[in-house]
């Protein structure tokens, strides 16, 4: 049985809340694994995240930022990215994710998110130059890749709720890894990121999620599934 920590701040109101567990069932029974989906609300975040998030099999950050702990969010990223703990962002723990490793790797000690500090001087997350709000795109996928080997191909179509991403400014600090670009929209903005050296680590602004509302098994949330069983195969 593997257990899914869902970290974010669940409402019904919002679709991807509800995609989730739609687009985990399918995945795990497409895979034939047992699943146990837990919603950790971020006010339960403790200081000691890491023994709270040891249980879990896979940490999974949803949509729905601005989230009422951001640094407990942070702090069990962090967790998952330095445990080996597999990782799914989306959306906003798509953005999350790029600030918990620029504070941590890149050394920004600043590292601010435009949503949450509109007056920062050069935030790492910053309003995208076209919002994409209830919005689908065209993206493609770099070879070789965890994305590219999930989805079988090099280009898909992917929906969106989102208003904040990377700013270009900082982009630049994906060229070198270990934390590469592995989604791009056609015309070449940054929408999905994953860290060399990891079991899974992948993060995505767009919601793959909502792939389950059509019928399909969104095929990153199979891809995470399948790495935490691994990971839980390895260590039994």
Known sequence: MLSIALIGDFDEAITAHCAIPRALS???QDLGINIAP????????????????AGYSAIWCIPGSPYV??????????????SGRPFLGTCGGFQHALLEYASGV??????????LD???????????ECGLVEASETLELVPGSRLAKAYGCHSIVEDYHCRYGLSPRHAGRLNGGPLRVSARSSAGALRAVELDDHP?????????????????????VAAFLSAAASVVTRAA
């Not at 837990?38 to 998030?53: C, E, F, G, I, Y």
């Not at 702990?69 to 330095?82: D, E, F, H, K, Q």
């Not at 995505?204 to 098994?217: I, K, S, V, Y």
């Open 26 to 28: 399918r995945a795990a």
């Open 38 to 53: 837990h919603w950790l609300h971020t006010s339960q975040l403790r200081p000691n995240v890491a023994a709270q998030l």
């Open 69 to 82: 702990n951001t640094a407990g969010v942070l702090t069990a990223i962090r967790y998952a990215r330095t």
């Open 106 to 115: 890149w050394g920004l000690p600043d590292a601010a998110h435009a949503e």
């Open 118 to 128: 509109p007056g920062a001087r050069d935030p790492v997350i910053a309003p995208l």
């Open 200 to 220: 899974f680590f992948v993060a995505t602004l767009f919601q793959p999620e909502r792939a389950a509302f059509a019928g399909r098994t969104p095929p990153v």
